[in-house]
């Protein structure tokens, strides 16, 4: 992703995040299958999102491409973290996707963006940051301020975070790994990927 100079004003100002999602990119597979990316656009005044030639008050634009299902893991994992905060609805799972359920997807996760992007704990949270593409072991905070360069507490957040991330979902098979791998952090092979969604925009398989 490239991190672009973006002249105007951050909306949330009390966050230093603005994220909205104002497009999408259907991706071709073979016969009918394939998948569809959307399109999220970030911007924001964050350290954790700039580089060390950046000033506190640059402001930064880029855009991330995520999966209904990468989308869908953010959504369960701040769920999971901060159950007192009432997402926006998330878009149901359907076999034939069409350009009515895509388009209807987009607006939802638009809307799931910027309800995060206007919620401080949810903006700074390390899902999110992570969800994003940024490392979130940086030597600065996730609200921009800097911290001393202590190795004690760096290795207690990195601790942190693999607590956050060793945090149980619904899904069945995260619950079958044993302790060891996940202590290792190994994620699943390459091979285990969701099966792709079947790309309907004509509407031709609908009954």
Do not use: W
Not at 69 to 80: C, D, H, M, V
Not at 115 to 130: G, M, Q, R, W
């Amino acid at each position: 992703t490239l991190c672009i100079f973006f002249p105007r004003q951050i909306q949330n100002t009390h966050t230093g995040l603005d994220l909205s999602v104002p497009e999408h990119q259907e991706i071709r597979g073979k016969m009918m299958s394939g998948h569809v990316e959307y399109h999220i656009v970030v911007v924001t005044r964050l350290a954790a999102f700039k580089a060390a030639k950046h000033k506190p008050e640059d402001v930064v634009q880029f855009m991330v491409s995520k999966k209904y299902s990468e989308i869908e893991e953010l959504y369960q994992r701040l769920t999971a973290r901060y159950p007192q905060v009432s997402l926006p609805l998330l878009p149901r799972k359907v076999l034939f996707v069409g350009e009515s359920d895509i388009s209807e997807r987009r607006a939802m996760f638009n809307d799931i963006m910027k309800f995060i992007s206007k919620d401080e704990d949810l903006a700074t949270s390390p899902e999110l940051l992570e969800f994003l593409g940024t490392k979130v072991s940086s030597a600065v905070d996730f609200k921009g301020k800097n911290m001393p360069d202590d190795r004690e507490k760096e290795d207690e957040e990195n601790e942190a975070l693999d607590f956050f991330k060793e945090e149980k979902t619904p899904d069945l098979i995260s619950q079958l790994l044993s302790v060891e791998n996940v202590k290792k952090g190994e994620k699943k092979e390459d091979g285990d990927e969701e099966e792709e969604e079947i790309l309907d925009p004509l509407g031709i398989i609908r009954y």
